[in-house]
C-alpha cells in the first residue's frame, strides 16, 4: 500500500495535469526544468523531488506529511482528503480518498505558488506567533545538568554568567523536570521555593523565563501510579505503558487524548499562571518514538496543539495538519551534534518553510553538552543562532578556548544587531505568511539555485552560509546584485566565492 497521505481544504482541477485514469487520480507532469517541492515538513525524499518515491520511503522516514506541493514553474497541488502520492522520476500519481485535489497555476515561479496555495487554501489569518522568542537570545538551559538540579537559585547565577560573557539578557528556556512528581503536580520546591521571587529578580536584570511542558512523566512513583492505575499512559502492543528512555531516566507518556489527561494538565498550567508563568515551550517530540503512524498520531498531535494554543505555548515540536504550522517549531540535531546532522538540520529547516513551517529554530539540548569537538559545537550554535528563533547555550565553559569563545560572542553580537529587522520579517510574515528562512530558489528564481541546500535567505536581505564541515573553507553562490559581507567587503553577483573560515567566522552577507 502507498502512504496516505492527510490533507486539509478543497481544490479543483487543473488544465495542465494529466487526463486521469479514473475519475479520483491525478497524474502531474513535470515541465521542462520544472521542479517540485513539497509534502515532507522534516526528512523524507530528497527535494526537489528527482528520484522516485513510494509507500516504503514514506513509511520509513518517519516524516510528516503536508497538504501540498508547489513547483518552480508557479504551479501547486493541494488535497482537502488523504490523498496516495507517487512519484516514478518522471510522473507524479495522485489518488485521493474523497475529494478531488487541485492543481493549478499560481503564476511563474516557486515564490508565486506558495503564496497562491498558501492564502487560497491554508493561511489561517490572525496567527502571528508570540514575539519575545524573536527578538532576543534564547538561552536553553537544559545544556547545563546544574540549572536542572539547581532551580531558582542556578538561574540566577546563568543569568549573571552569561551578562558576565558579554552576551544580551534574554530568555531562559527551562526544559523539562521543573514539576513536583509527588503526584500534586506545580512546581517542584525543592527547587523553586519562591519562583515568583525568582522571576522578579530575573526580570530586574533583563531575563524573561519560558518553561518546557511535556506529556512525559518518571515511569515510577506516585504520580506513575496513579496514572497507570486509571488508564492515562500510552500503551505498546502487549497493553503495557509504553516507555521513553531520556537523559535524565525513564519516562512514561500520558495520553493527551483522553478528557482526563487534559483536564490534569488545565490544572497543571492554571497553576504555572498563578506563579506568574505564561511563556511555555510545548513539546511532545518523543512521543511520536512509541506512537504508530497514521490517525492516531493525528489525533495525538492535535489534541497537544490545540492545548498549547489553548494556555498560549509560544514554541513547539515540529507537528503536522495543525495551528503549530504557522508556530515557532524546533529542528533537532539527531542522534547527536556531527557535520552530517547539521547539513540535515539545515535542509530540513528550509524544506519545511515551503510547507507553511515558516518559524523555525534549532534545539541543542539533547546534544550540545555530549559534543567534545567545541569547533563543531561552534557551528552548531551558529547555525542555530542564524534561524529565526536564536538558540544559544547558556554555558560558557562549552568553549574553554579563546578564539572560539570569541568568535561565539562576535557571532551572538551580529545577531542581535539584526533584532530590528527581524521585527520587520516577523510581521510581514504575520501577514503574508511567508517563510522567514527562505530557499535560494524562492527568493531567486531562474538563478539557477534549485539545489541549494546549504545557504539560505533570511527574509529577502540577509544571506546566511553556516559552515558545515572543518576544512576551513565555505564556498557560497551569491546571486545577481551587490552584496556586503559582515566585514564590510563588497561582492558584485552572480558569482561564487570561496570565504576563509578558519578564523570560525560564519559568512554573512547583506544584500545592498
Not at 515561479?109 to 514575539?131: D, F, I, M, Q, S
Not at 505503558?241 to 478528557?259: F, Q
Request: aromatic fraction near 10%; include cysteine; charged fraction near 20%.
Amino acid at each position: 500500500m502507498h502512504r496516505r497521505f492527510p490533507i486539509l481544504v478543497t481544490l479543483a482541477l487543473l488544465s495542465a495535469a494529466l487526463p486521469a485514469q479514473t475519475p479520483h487520480t491525478i497524474r502531474i507532469e513535470p515541465l521542462r526544468n520544472e521542479k517540485w517541492w513539497g509534502l515532507f515538513a522534516g526528512g523524507g525524499p530528497a527535494q526537489p523531488f528527482a528520484a522516485p518515491f513510494d509507500s516504503s520511503d514514506c513509511d520509513s522516514c518517519g516524516t510528516f506529511a503536508i497538504p501540498f506541493m508547489i513547483s518552480s514553474g508557479g504551479r501547486m497541488m493541494w488535497s482537502s482528503a488523504p490523498a496516495d502520492v507517487v512519484f516514478d522520476g518522471s510522473l507524479f500519481t495522485v489518488t485521493p480518498s474523497g475529494t478531488q485535489p487541485t492543481v493549478a497555476k499560481g503564476s511563474r515561479t516557486l515564490r508565486e505558488a506558495y503564496l497562491y496555495c498558501v492564502h487560497k487554501y491554508a493561511w489561517p489569518k490572525g496567527t502571528a506567533p508570540a514575539r519575545h522568542p524573536f527578538m532576543r537570545p534564547v538561552y536553553d538551559t537544559g545544556l547545563s545538568e546544574a540549572l536542572i538540579a539547581a532551580g531558582g537559585t542556578a538561574l540566577l547565577a546563568a543569568a549573571d554568567s552569561i551578562t558576565a560573557h558579554g552576551y544580551p539578557p534574554g530568555l531562559l528556556l527551562i526544559p523539562d523536570g521543573w514539576q513536583d512528581n509527588s503526584g500534586e503536580g506545580g512546581l517542584d520546591r525543592n527547587l523553586y521555593a519562591s519562583f515568583r521571587d525568582t522571576a522578579d529578580e530575573l526580570t530586574r536584570r533583563g531575563f524573561d523565563v519560558m518553561f518546557t511542558v511535556t506529556p512525559y512523566i518518571p515511569a515510577a512513583g506516585q504520580r506513575y501510579i496513579e496514572a497507570r492505575r486509571k488508564g492515562m499512559l500510552l500503551e505498546d502492543a502487549e497493553g503495557r505503558p509504553a516507555v521513553i528512555r531520556l537523559p535524565s531516566g525513564y519516562y512514561a507518556c500520558l495520553d493527551v487524548t483522553l478528557p482526563e489527561v487534559t483536564a490534569y494538565f488545565g490544572e497543571l498550567l492554571d497553576n504555572l499562571r498563578k506563579e506568574g508563568i505564561t511563556a511555555l515551550r510545548f513539546d511532545c517530540h518523543r512521543a511520536l518514538d512509541i506512537l504508530p503512524p497514521g490517525e492516531r498520531t493525528e489525533r495525538y498531535l492535535t489534541a497537544w496543539a490545540a492545548l498549547g494554543e489553548r494556555y498560549g505555548a509560544a514554541m513547539y515540536p515540529l507537528a503536522e495538519q495543525t495551528q503549530t504550522q504557522w508556530r515557532p517549531y524546533s529542528v533537532a540535531l539527531s542522534p547527536e551534534i556531527s557535520w552530517e546532522s547539521m547539513r540535515r538540520a539545515l535542509t530540513d529547516a528550509i524544506h519545511a518553510g515551503l510547507t507553511g513551517h515558516i518559524y523555525p529554530y534549532l534545539s541543542l539540548t539533547s546534544s550540545a553538552g555530549h559534543c567534545s569537538d567545541e569547533t563543531m559545537l561552534l557551528r552548531a550554535v551558529q547555525l542555530a543562532l542564524f534561524m529565526p528563533i536564536a538558540a544559544v547555550p547558556p554555558d560558557g565553559s562549552l568553549f574553554p578556548t579563546g578564539t572560539c569563545r570569541k568568535e561565539m560572542e562576535k557571532a551572538v553580537g551580529l545577531r542581535m544587531e539584526m533584532n530590528g529587522y527581524m521585527e520587520e520579517l516577523l510581521q510581514e510574515a504575520g501577514t503574508t505568511g511567508e517563510p522567514l528562512m527562505r530557499h535560494m530558489e524562492y527568493q531567486f528564481p531562474g538563478q539557477g539555485f534549485w539545489d541549494c541546500t546549504d545557504q539560505y535567505m533570511l527574509g529577502s536581505r540577509y544571506l546566511v552560509a553556516p559552515v558545515l564541515d572543518d576544512t576551513g573553507r565555505r564556498t557560497v553562490r551569491l546571486p545577481r546584485g551587490t552584496w556586503i559581507s559582515a566585514d564590510g567587503t563588497r561582492y558584485k553577483g552572480p558569482r561564487v566565492i570561496n570565504v576563509d573560515v578558519s578564523d570560525g567566522s560564519i559568512p554573512l552577507f547583506r544584500l545592498r
